[in-house]
T-cell receptor
Framework: EAGVAQSPRYKIIEKRQSVAFWCNPI?????LYWYQQILGQGPKLLIQ????????DSQLPKDRFSAERLKGVDSTLKIQPAKLEDSAVYLC?????????????FGPGTRLTVT | KQEVTQIPAALSVPEGENLVLNCSFT??????LQWFRQDPGKGLTSLLL???SQREQTSGRLNASLDKSSGRSTLYIAASQPGDSATYLC?????????????WGLGTSLAVNP
């Protein structure tokens, strides 16, 4: 079974530029998560999708971050414009559904450096 | 409010040692607890998941225990190897139902020296 795929793996941009990350979850997984992990911290949930609907985006900085999952499969996360403090690893995870009993599976992450 | 703490923040051991990583949580009403491994700048690999009704889980040289009443979990690594060097994170699922966010510790950075 293929795991969660993310691209790109690494990205370096200058502040005020825009960037987009892509995630392909495990086939059949209805729930998709985007996390931000700053160096030395635990992951912070940015947004959770159930199929193509948003379940929780309470910690997403909506003035600069946006995410979509139009067909309920792949998802993109965009930052526009980027700030220095956005430097982090962006993790995508998926699960069969939103229940606590369903384990989350994580992708390899995208490491973003904003200079 | 559930809080998860991992001690120590960093650990350095010689190869071959058995070691224990600690994770504590403030609210014993958890659904499950999960241990992850993370290599520098990379994604998370799930190591072990313990349901609230379980006392321990084992996978190879890894053993995770759970004591809900005392709010503690330990990850035991037997016969450590340099390849075990990574950051180990624990995360707690605070309850049953839908859309319960994982609550994360800050991790323990482990270095196993040849």
């Amino acid at each position: 079974e293929a795991g969660v795929a993310q691209s790109p793996r690494y990205k370096i941009i200058e502040k005020r530029q825009s960037v987009a990350f892509w995630c392909n979850p495990i086939s059949g997984h209805a729930t998709l998560y985007w996390y931000q992990q700053i160096l030395g911290q635990g992951p912070k949930l940015l947004i959770q999708f159930q199929n193509n609907g948003v379940v929780d985006d309470s910690q997403l900085p909506k003035d600069r971050f946006s995410a979509e999952r139009l067909k309920g499969v792949d998802s993109t996360l965009k930052i526009q414009p980027a700030k220095l403090e956005d430097s982090a690893v962006y993790l995508c995870a998926s699960s069969l559904g939103p229940k606590s009993s369903y384990e989350q599976y994580f992708g390899p992450g995208t490491r973003l450096t904003v200079t | 409010k559930q809080e998860v703490t991992q001690i120590p923040a960093a650990l350095s051991v010689p190869e071959g040692e058995n070691l224990v990583l600690n994770c504590s949580f403030t609210d014993s009403a958890i659904y499950n607890l999960q241990w992850f491994r993370q290599d520098p700048g990379k994604g998370l690999t799930s190591l072990l998941l313990i349901q609230s009704s379980q006392r321990e889980q084992t996978s190879g040289r890894l053993n995770a225990s759970l004591d809900k009443s005392s709010g503690r979990s330990t990850l035991y690594i037997a016969a450590s190897q340099p390849g075990d060097s990574a950051t180990y994170l624990c995360a707690v699922r605070p309850g049953a139902g839908n859309n319960r966010k994982l609550i994360w510790g800050l991790g323990t950075s482990l270095a196993v020296n040849p």
